[in-house]
């Protein structure tokens, strides 16, 4: 459901990104790299989103994912996509997730 921000003129679409943190424990941090990497790449592979992107924190290898999209609306609570993602991820350790609406210059 599409109950988010709406573009004010209506015949552009805009971007908007969704960011999952992700802070897992350091004696299972590389096994749940590795799993989140392979989840990622199935994401690339079949997502819709423009782009999926995975970042790791060099102080403490928390990880951050992003989903980049565009359309006339963004998603308020998040895509589909997003959401499921989060729930997976809740197992690795403490999720965070918001959603970020491009902001004209």
């Known amino acids: 459901m599409l109950v988010g ?3 004010p003129d209506q015949g552009l679409e805009m971007n908007w990104i969704e960011v999952i943190k ?3 424990a350091k004696d ?3 096994t749940m790299e590795k799993q989140i990497t392979a989840i990622i790449s199935e994401l690339k ?3 819709k989103a423009q782009a999926v992107r995975l970042y790791r924190n060099l102080l403490d290898g928390d990880l951050s994912i992003h989903l980049c999209w565009k359309g006339k609306t963004a998603e308020l609570r998040g895509s589909k996509t997003g959401n499921c993602l989060t729930h997976l991820l809740k197992e690795c350790g403490l999720v965070s997730h918001s959603v970020w609406v491009e902001k004209d210059a």
């Open 5 to 7: 921000s709406k573009n």
């Open 22 to 24: 992700v802070s897992i």
């Open 45 to 47: 592979n079949g997502e």
């Open 28 to 30: 299972g941090r590389v």
